[in-house]
Protein backbone atom coordinates (compact mmCIF):
# COMPACT_ATOMS: atom_id res chain seq x y z
CA UNK A 1 0.00 0.00 0.00
CA UNK A 2 1.44 3.87 -1.10
CA UNK A 3 -0.12 6.36 1.42
CA UNK A 4 -0.18 9.83 -0.45
CA UNK A 5 -0.70 12.49 1.92
CA UNK A 6 -1.75 16.13 1.38
CA UNK A 7 -4.62 18.52 0.18
CA UNK A 8 -7.15 18.24 -2.35
CA UNK A 9 -8.57 21.10 -4.09
CA UNK A 10 -10.53 22.37 -6.74
CA UNK A 11 -8.69 24.17 -10.07
CA UNK A 12 -10.93 26.19 -11.97
CA UNK A 13 -9.41 25.96 -15.02
CA UNK A 14 -9.80 28.21 -18.04
CA UNK A 15 -11.38 26.90 -21.20
CA UNK A 16 -10.63 29.98 -23.80
CA UNK A 17 -9.14 32.94 -23.80
CA UNK A 18 -8.74 35.39 -21.11
CA UNK A 19 -8.22 34.94 -17.13
CA UNK A 20 -12.00 34.06 -16.55
CA UNK A 21 -12.73 32.81 -19.51
CA UNK A 22 -15.61 29.93 -19.03
CA UNK A 23 -13.87 28.50 -15.71
CA UNK A 24 -14.40 24.63 -15.30
CA UNK A 25 -14.17 23.50 -12.14
CA UNK A 26 -11.44 20.29 -12.17
CA UNK A 27 -10.15 17.97 -9.12
CA UNK A 28 -6.65 18.64 -8.23
CA UNK A 29 -3.87 19.46 -5.77
CA UNK A 30 -0.77 17.91 -6.34
CA UNK A 31 -1.43 14.68 -3.89
CA UNK A 32 -4.74 14.02 -4.79
CA UNK A 33 -3.48 14.32 -8.00
CA UNK A 34 -0.84 11.73 -7.75
CA UNK A 35 -2.81 9.53 -5.76
CA UNK A 36 -5.18 9.38 -8.56
CA UNK A 37 -2.29 8.74 -11.32
CA UNK A 38 -1.30 5.69 -9.16
CA UNK A 39 -4.79 4.84 -8.84
CA UNK A 40 -5.45 4.66 -12.21
CA UNK A 41 -1.56 2.63 -12.28
CA UNK A 42 -2.76 -0.15 -10.63
CA UNK A 43 -0.74 0.64 -7.38
CA UNK A 44 -2.80 -0.31 -4.07
CA UNK A 45 -3.12 3.13 -3.02
CA UNK A 46 -4.52 5.08 0.29
CA UNK A 47 -5.02 9.07 0.28
CA UNK A 48 -4.49 10.41 3.58
CA UNK A 49 -5.95 14.65 3.76
CA UNK A 50 -9.24 16.13 4.98
CA UNK A 51 -11.91 17.12 2.94
CA UNK A 52 -14.77 19.42 3.07
CA UNK A 53 -18.44 17.78 3.49
CA UNK A 54 -19.45 20.36 0.53
CA UNK A 55 -20.20 19.31 -2.83
CA UNK A 56 -16.59 19.76 -3.91
CA UNK A 57 -15.11 17.62 -1.27
CA UNK A 58 -17.66 15.52 -1.96
CA UNK A 59 -16.38 15.39 -5.91
CA UNK A 60 -13.09 14.65 -4.84
CA UNK A 61 -13.97 11.54 -2.64
CA UNK A 62 -15.46 9.90 -5.17
CA UNK A 63 -12.44 10.77 -7.72
CA UNK A 64 -10.39 9.25 -5.73
CA UNK A 65 -12.79 5.40 -5.19
CA UNK A 66 -13.13 6.12 -9.43
CA UNK A 67 -9.86 5.65 -9.58
CA UNK A 68 -9.90 2.44 -6.52
CA UNK A 69 -8.00 4.63 -3.90
CA UNK A 70 -8.95 4.12 -0.81
CA UNK A 71 -10.39 7.11 1.22
CA UNK A 72 -10.70 5.89 4.82
CA UNK A 73 -7.94 7.49 5.96
CA UNK A 74 -9.79 10.75 4.99
CA UNK A 75 -10.79 13.54 8.01
CA UNK A 76 -13.81 15.57 7.10
CA UNK A 77 -15.02 19.00 8.31
CA UNK A 78 -17.06 21.51 8.06
CA UNK A 79 -15.35 24.26 6.47
CA UNK A 80 -14.98 24.81 2.69
CA UNK A 81 -13.02 23.34 -0.24
CA UNK A 82 -9.74 25.11 -1.24
CA UNK A 83 -9.99 26.75 -4.58
CA UNK A 84 -7.20 27.45 -7.06
CA UNK A 85 -7.57 29.54 -9.95
CA UNK A 86 -5.52 28.34 -12.82
CA UNK A 87 -4.00 30.60 -15.69
CA UNK A 88 -2.46 28.77 -19.01
CA UNK A 89 0.26 30.57 -20.61
CA UNK A 90 0.85 30.16 -24.48
CA UNK A 91 3.53 27.21 -23.62
CA UNK A 92 0.57 25.43 -21.64
CA UNK A 93 1.93 26.10 -18.01
CA UNK A 94 0.15 26.93 -15.89
CA UNK A 95 0.21 29.13 -12.55
CA UNK A 96 -2.37 29.51 -9.49
CA UNK A 97 -3.75 31.82 -7.49
CA UNK A 98 -5.34 30.44 -4.06
CA UNK A 99 -8.10 30.65 -1.75
CA UNK A 100 -7.22 28.74 1.46
CA UNK A 101 -8.08 31.04 4.19
CA UNK A 102 -10.34 28.29 6.66
CA UNK A 103 -10.65 25.83 4.54
CA UNK A 104 -10.75 21.89 5.10
CA UNK A 105 -7.45 20.82 4.22
CA UNK A 106 -5.61 23.20 6.44
CA UNK A 107 -6.69 21.43 9.41
CA UNK A 108 -5.45 17.67 8.82
CA UNK A 109 -4.47 16.32 12.44
CA UNK A 110 -1.68 13.78 12.58
CA UNK A 111 -3.35 10.24 12.33
CA UNK A 112 -2.82 7.51 15.71
CA UNK A 113 -1.64 4.85 12.54
CA UNK A 114 -1.22 4.60 8.83
CA UNK A 115 -3.67 2.29 6.58
CA UNK A 116 -2.40 -1.62 7.26
CA UNK A 117 0.17 -2.82 5.06
CA UNK A 118 1.83 0.29 4.24
CA UNK A 119 5.49 0.55 2.27
CA UNK A 120 5.37 4.14 1.23
CA UNK A 121 3.93 7.54 1.74
CA UNK A 122 4.26 10.24 -0.33
CA UNK A 123 4.26 14.19 0.64
CA UNK A 124 4.21 17.61 -0.73
CA UNK A 125 2.77 20.76 -2.65
CA UNK A 126 0.08 23.22 -0.26
CA UNK A 127 -0.24 20.58 2.44
CA UNK A 128 3.31 21.16 3.48
CA UNK A 129 3.35 24.87 4.16
CA UNK A 130 -0.14 25.84 5.08
CA UNK A 131 -0.30 25.89 8.72
CA UNK A 132 -1.84 23.90 11.17
CA UNK A 133 -2.30 21.09 8.79
CA UNK A 134 1.42 21.12 7.47
CA UNK A 135 3.17 20.50 11.14
CA UNK A 136 0.78 17.53 11.06
CA UNK A 137 2.18 16.82 7.40
CA UNK A 138 5.72 16.89 9.43
CA UNK A 139 5.26 14.99 12.52
CA UNK A 140 3.52 12.12 10.13
CA UNK A 141 6.35 12.28 7.87
CA UNK A 142 8.65 11.83 10.59
CA UNK A 143 7.10 9.56 12.19
CA UNK A 144 6.71 6.94 8.52
CA UNK A 145 10.37 7.33 8.79
CA UNK A 146 10.94 6.38 12.04
CA UNK A 147 8.91 3.42 11.43
CA UNK A 148 11.21 2.46 8.61
CA UNK A 149 8.62 3.02 5.95
CA UNK A 150 9.73 4.43 2.20
CA UNK A 151 9.06 8.54 2.08
CA UNK A 152 9.13 10.30 -1.21
CA UNK A 153 8.72 13.75 -1.03
CA UNK A 154 8.02 16.52 -4.19
CA UNK A 155 7.90 19.73 -2.27
CA UNK A 156 6.27 21.56 -5.59
CA UNK A 157 6.61 25.00 -4.82
CA UNK A 158 3.93 27.57 -4.61
CA UNK A 159 5.47 30.41 -3.94
CA UNK A 160 2.70 32.72 -3.13
CA UNK A 161 1.41 30.69 -0.43
CA UNK A 162 4.96 31.25 1.59
CA UNK A 163 4.86 34.18 3.69
CA UNK A 164 8.80 33.51 4.77
CA UNK A 165 10.49 32.04 1.89
CA UNK A 166 14.10 31.49 4.17
CA UNK A 167 12.25 30.21 7.02
CA UNK A 168 10.14 27.53 4.38
CA UNK A 169 14.03 26.25 2.70
CA UNK A 170 15.29 25.80 6.46
CA UNK A 171 12.13 23.81 7.14
CA UNK A 172 12.85 21.96 3.61
CA UNK A 173 16.63 21.06 5.02
CA UNK A 174 15.28 19.58 8.21
CA UNK A 175 12.63 17.63 6.54
CA UNK A 176 15.72 15.83 4.35
CA UNK A 177 16.86 13.19 6.74
CA UNK A 178 13.37 11.68 6.83
CA UNK A 179 13.03 11.28 2.71
CA UNK A 180 13.90 8.48 0.96
CA UNK A 181 13.56 9.63 -2.47
CA UNK A 182 13.27 13.53 -3.18
CA UNK A 183 11.50 14.86 -6.75
CA UNK A 184 11.52 17.92 -7.56
CA UNK A 185 11.53 20.11 -11.01
CA UNK A 186 14.13 22.61 -12.04
CA UNK A 187 12.19 25.95 -11.30
CA UNK A 188 11.64 24.16 -7.60
CA UNK A 189 15.46 23.53 -7.25
CA UNK A 190 16.38 27.28 -8.09
CA UNK A 191 13.94 28.41 -5.60
CA UNK A 192 15.19 26.28 -3.16
CA UNK A 193 18.57 27.10 -3.86
CA UNK A 194 20.29 24.02 -3.25
CA UNK A 195 22.14 21.20 -5.38
CA UNK A 196 21.14 17.84 -5.44
CA UNK A 197 24.23 16.39 -4.02
CA UNK A 198 23.89 18.66 -1.03
CA UNK A 199 20.09 17.37 -0.81
CA UNK A 200 21.38 13.76 -1.21
CA UNK A 201 24.26 14.46 1.99
CA UNK A 202 21.10 15.35 4.03
CA UNK A 203 19.41 12.01 3.70
CA UNK A 204 17.43 11.01 0.57
CA UNK A 205 19.05 7.84 -1.62
CA UNK A 206 18.18 9.64 -4.49
CA UNK A 207 16.90 12.60 -6.11
CA UNK A 208 15.17 13.28 -9.42
CA UNK A 209 14.85 16.66 -10.69
CA UNK A 210 12.25 17.21 -13.84
CA UNK A 211 13.17 19.34 -16.92
CA UNK A 212 9.78 19.69 -18.62
CA UNK A 213 10.11 18.27 -22.02
CA UNK A 214 13.79 18.24 -21.79
CA UNK A 215 13.47 14.82 -19.34
CA UNK A 216 14.20 13.79 -16.20
CA UNK A 217 17.68 13.14 -14.10
CA UNK A 218 18.20 11.16 -11.26
CA UNK A 219 20.93 11.79 -8.62
CA UNK A 220 22.18 8.92 -7.00
CA UNK A 221 23.95 8.68 -3.06
CA UNK A 222 27.08 6.34 -5.28
CA UNK A 223 27.79 9.93 -6.81
CA UNK A 224 26.32 8.56 -10.43
CA UNK A 225 23.86 10.64 -12.42
CA UNK A 226 21.31 9.15 -14.83
CA UNK A 227 19.54 11.20 -17.35
CA UNK A 228 16.26 10.32 -20.11
CA UNK A 229 14.93 12.64 -22.62
CA UNK A 230 11.36 13.80 -22.23
CA UNK A 231 8.89 12.42 -24.39
CA UNK A 232 7.69 14.49 -27.43
CA UNK A 233 3.89 15.77 -27.35
CA UNK A 234 1.63 18.17 -28.65
CA UNK A 235 1.36 20.27 -25.00
CA UNK A 236 -2.42 21.06 -24.00
CA UNK A 237 -1.58 22.16 -20.39
CA UNK A 238 1.17 21.04 -17.75
CA UNK A 239 -1.50 20.40 -15.10
CA UNK A 240 -0.80 17.70 -13.09
CA UNK A 241 2.60 16.83 -14.71
CA UNK A 242 4.73 16.59 -12.04
CA UNK A 243 2.09 14.34 -9.90
CA UNK A 244 2.06 11.91 -12.55
CA UNK A 245 5.81 11.54 -12.41
CA UNK A 246 5.62 11.35 -8.53
CA UNK A 247 3.11 8.13 -9.71
CA UNK A 248 4.48 6.45 -12.33
CA UNK A 249 8.32 6.38 -9.83
CA UNK A 250 6.46 5.39 -6.77
CA UNK A 251 4.58 2.60 -8.64
CA UNK A 252 7.81 1.36 -10.91
CA UNK A 253 9.76 1.26 -7.69
CA UNK A 254 7.05 -0.80 -5.85
CA UNK A 255 6.58 -3.00 -9.01
CA UNK A 256 10.26 -3.25 -8.81
CA UNK A 257 10.31 -4.62 -5.44
CA UNK A 258 12.20 -1.31 -4.24
CA UNK A 259 10.45 0.90 -1.73
CA UNK A 260 13.28 0.87 0.45
CA UNK A 261 16.31 2.88 0.85
CA UNK A 262 18.23 0.27 0.52
CA UNK A 263 17.08 -1.08 -2.54
CA UNK A 264 16.75 2.87 -4.00
CA UNK A 265 20.52 2.66 -3.64
CA UNK A 266 21.32 -0.51 -5.31
CA UNK A 267 19.34 -0.03 -8.41
CA UNK A 268 21.11 -0.43 -11.56
CA UNK A 269 21.64 2.41 -14.16
CA UNK A 270 19.78 1.07 -16.86
CA UNK A 271 17.27 0.15 -14.38
CA UNK A 272 16.86 4.43 -13.40
CA UNK A 273 16.87 4.28 -16.79
CA UNK A 274 13.92 2.13 -17.82
CA UNK A 275 12.11 4.20 -14.79
CA UNK A 276 12.72 7.79 -15.90
CA UNK A 277 11.62 7.07 -19.09
CA UNK A 278 8.27 4.68 -17.99
CA UNK A 279 7.61 8.25 -16.13
CA UNK A 280 8.32 10.28 -19.00
CA UNK A 281 5.83 8.83 -20.69
CA UNK A 282 3.17 9.09 -18.13
CA UNK A 283 3.88 12.42 -17.56
CA UNK A 284 3.79 13.21 -21.47
CA UNK A 285 0.44 11.67 -21.73
CA UNK A 286 -0.99 14.20 -18.84
CA UNK A 287 0.60 17.25 -20.83
CA UNK A 288 -1.77 15.74 -24.10
CA UNK A 289 -4.52 16.36 -22.52
CA UNK A 290 -6.93 18.85 -20.43
CA UNK A 291 -6.21 19.16 -16.69
CA UNK A 292 -4.63 16.75 -14.83
CA UNK A 293 -5.60 13.66 -16.37
CA UNK A 294 -3.16 10.94 -16.02
CA UNK A 295 -2.75 7.97 -17.80
CA UNK A 296 -4.43 4.23 -17.06
CA UNK A 297 -2.15 1.28 -16.75
CA UNK A 298 -3.21 0.07 -19.96
CA UNK A 299 -2.03 3.00 -22.01
CA UNK A 300 1.68 3.01 -21.05
CA UNK A 301 2.33 -0.75 -21.26
CA UNK A 302 4.67 -2.22 -19.01
CA UNK A 303 7.82 -1.15 -17.23
Known sequence: MIVVAG????????????ALAG?????GGGPFNTAVALGRLGSPTAFASRTSHDAFGEALLDGLRQAGVDVSAVQRG???????????????SAAYSFYVEGTADRLFTTPAALPEGTRAV????CSLALEPGASAYEALMRSAAGQGLFTALDPNIRAGLIP?????????????????LLKLSEEDAEWLGGTP???LAAGPSAVVVTRGGDGLTVFTADGAEHRVPGEKVDVVDTIGAGDTVNAALLHGLSTLDALSAR???GLHPDTWRRLLGFAARAAAITCSR???EPPYAAELGEL
Open 122 to 125: SFGT
Open 78 to 92: PEPTTLAVATIDSGG
Open 290 to 292: AGA
Open 164 to 180: DADAYRERFRGWLPSVT
Open 7 to 18: EALIDLVPQGRG
Open 23 to 27: LRPAL
Open 197 to 199: REW
Open 263 to 265: ALA
